[in-house]
């Protein structure tokens, strides 16, 4: 008889594209959302927690072909008992999903709805440095009005959530434009229904912040050489039809009235482009209102992305501050967030138009930009480590460990083999525990315990002499009573160390 075969053993290893967040990049992420939650919810925005998974009919920007869905999402087809399939996906991001949750409770809802909603999204795209198939998104949106106070409040709330994580004021700019100015332009360069065309331009100003100017007029006429070398065919408009273009595009100006005169002159005669310009005059308004100046908010044509996708105004959120790229070059962070207007969204299903805006902010890029301003990324405390010396007294240590979590501090029962204690030491420093408990059968019989400042010892140890260890005792006897006040003592020096 043949020997059955082992099956293989799986490998350990992360699939292509994804990653695994560990605790300190988990809480960091944690406490990030809270605060921003807390912003938020000050605005009079609610919590929607929809699910991560959608008919891909309803995602609307991925839809079937002959066998399998287009490529973009995570998609599946579930069939009935009667063998009608249905795709299904992961949702690629927050906003779809509430154009259906809207459209599906929208007789239950408030008129306008605020919410926001914060989780991972994921995009079967072709994963590279920093770009993942799954990560987190933090969106808020206000659905049902038309009101450009919706998108003031947007930009308001997407200045002062930076400022609450920790982005100081000039280190960041909020900046607005509205897609309706452009279309004004379109209107302007004469191309009529050619919406082919369109899109061309649409798709060549969005190259407007690598390219500039000159390279933007290049596209939109006869074409460029680029970086390579390579020839790049252009749209093939003329200089007549180029020119309201550049002029929304270098349209602003110091003064925020003479952006609004510039804007004019590009959009001529257009009444969309009219329109679009007095959208934007009423946001400023509304901004200054509030104290939000240019400073923090301003009015900015050059800023094109999303334009293709958006209905009015265009909102985002650009980090200021110079970091260093992988070459040692000196480079702004850039964009953190980025949103804007949509009203066509729940118009798929309910066959209305229903007004709509909102913001998502890009989490994992505002994680690092905050630690690029040193608010994270720094070691995360573990818990206070109540170690072992007697097995016989499990009971004694584990009443040490639920008085000191019932004083709110964290803290953990060493659990792994207690005869070599220079182990449990070892283990307390890989948890970068602040304390180390102790106790013998000696203290146990005199009513004391020993406690460790394991981040004070650390430092003693590797840099002061032995006159300085004197004079700077890391461990202490105390009374058993005293317990917890003493470590509360020793892990508040320690904050203290680390604020100074």
Avoid at 122 to 137: A, C, D, S, T, V
Avoid at 166 to 195: A, S, T, W
Avoid at 327 to 344: C, E, I, T, W
Avoid at 422 to 442: F, M, T, W
Wanted: charged share 30%; with cysteine; glycine share 12%.
């Amino acid at each position: 008889m043949a020997k059955q075969k082992k099956a293989p053993r799986p490998k350990a290893i992360t699939p292509k594209g994804f990653r695994d967040y560990f605790g300190v990049e988990v809480s960091e992420r944690t406490e990030m959302l809270h605060q921003i939650a807390g912003v938020y919810h000050r605005y009079g925005f609610e919590a929607l927690e929809s699910s991560a998974v959608e008919t891909v009919e309803a995602l609307g920007k991925f839809l079937p072909d002959v066998d399998r869905p287009n490529e973009g999402v995570f998609a599946w087809q579930e069939f009935d008992e009667k063998d009608n399939g249905e795709w299904m996906a992961l949702r690629y991001d927050l906003t779809a999903p509430l154009a259906r949750v809207y459209a599906q409770h929208r007789n239950e809802l408030p008129n306008p709805y605020r919410r926001y909603a914060m989780g991972p999204v994921w995009r079967n795209e072709k994963p590279g440095p920093g770009r993942y198939r799954q990560f987190y998104q933090c969106d808020a949106d206000t659905v049902g009005t038309a009101s450009m106070a919706a998108d003031a409040e947007i930009c308001a709330m997407l200045s002062d959530t930076l400022e609450t994580v920790g982005i100081p004021r000039g280190d960041y700019l909020v900046r607005v434009n509205n897609r309706k100015v452009m279309n004004g332009v379109l209107e302007v360069m004469g191309l009529g229904e050619d919406q082919a065309a369109k899109d061309n331009v649409l798709r060549t100003i969005d190259k407007f912040d690598k390219v500039g100017e000159r390279g933007v007029r290049e596209l939109l006429g006869k074409g460029r050489l680029d970086a390579s070398g390579a020839y790049i065919d252009g749209v093939g408009l003329s200089d007549d039809q180029v020119e309201p273009v550049i002029a929304f595009l270098t349209s602003k100006a110091d003064d925020v009235a003479k952006t609004f005169e510039n804007l004019r002159g590009a959009v001529g005669a257009s009444a969309v482009g009219a329109e679009g310009i007095g959208e934007l005059e009423q946001i400023g308004d509304l901004l200054a209102a509030g104290g939000y100046g240019s400073d923090r908010i301003e009015i900015d044509p050059s800023i094109v992305r999303g334009l293709g996708y958006y209905t009015g105004p265009v909102f985002e959120a650009e980090l200021t501050f110079e970091i260093l790229d992988e070459k040692g070059r000196k480079r702004q962070f850039g964009s953190v967030s980025g949103g804007g207007r949509y009203d066509d969204l729940v118009k798929r299903f309910t066959g209305q138009s229903v007004p709509a805006t909102g913001v998502s902010i890009g989490v994992d890029r505002l994680l690092a930009a905050l630690r690029e301003k040193g608010r994270m990324g720094g070691l995360a405390t573990g818990p206070v480590v109540v170690t072992v010396m007697d097995r016989d007294r499990m009971a004694d240590y584990q009443a040490m460990v639920t008085e000191l979590r019932n004083a709110g501090i964290r803290a953990e029962m060493y659990l792994g083999n207690p005869k070599n204690f220079g182990n449990q030491l070892k283990y307390a420093d890989k948890r970068n525990s602040p304390v180390a408990v102790i106790e013998g059968g000696d203290e146990k019989d005199r009513g004391v315990v020993q406690v460790k400042d394991l981040i004070l010892g650390a430092k003693i140890a590797e840099s002061a002499t032995h006159e300085e260890w004197k004079e700077r005792p890391s461990q202490f006897e105390i009374g058993r009573g005293d317990l917890v006040a003493k470590v509360r003592e020793i892990i508040a020096s320690q904050n203290d160390g680390q604020a100074d």
